[in-house]
């Protein structure tokens, strides 16, 4: 069985730093593109960050350059490392592993596996 392990949420002030990590266990890691998503109370789930096996990696516009997503194949995790955190970043940030993006017109589309872990709330507030 998948298994998948949020962790390193918390509350901090902006402009703040914080480390989320995904621990994966029943699954061959390393072949996944694995995903960051959140949502904000009230808003859709909206993906943050993706990284393929190959370790190519793209973020969410509201995110880019500020967020960092990689992944250590030996130790079955994905992190993503969070900075310069704003309000709007508060949410509940889950991770999913699927399969590698398809490409259209030089864009790459991400499609949702079926496993999910329970989620790491972060709190951006003054």
């Known amino acids: 069985q998948v298994q998948l392990v949020e962790s390193g949420g918390g509350s901090v002030q902006p402009g703040e730093s914080l480390r989320l990590s995904c621990t994966a266990s029943?699954?061959?890691?390393?072949?996944?593109?694995m995903a960051w998503h959140r949502q904000a109370p009230g808003k859709q789930r909206e993906l943050v960050a993706a990284?393929?096996?190959?370790?190519?990696?793209n973020y969410a516009d509201s995110v880019k350059g500020r967020f960092t997503i990689s992944r250590d194949n030996d130790k079955n995790t994905v992190y993503l490392q969070m900075n310069s955190l704003k309000p709007e970043d508060t949410a509940v940030y889950y991770c999913?592993?699927?399969?590698?993006?398809?490409?259209?017109?030089?864009?790459?589309?991400?499609?949702?596996?079926?496993?999910w872990g329970q989620g790491t709330q972060v709190t951006v507030s003054s």
């Open positions: 999913n592993a699927g399969p590698a993006p398809t490409y259209y017109r030089g864009t790459a589309i991400y499609t949702e596996g079926p496993d």
């Open positions: 029943g699954m061959r890691f390393n072949i996944y593109t």
């Open positions: 990284i393929t096996s190959g370790g190519s990696a």
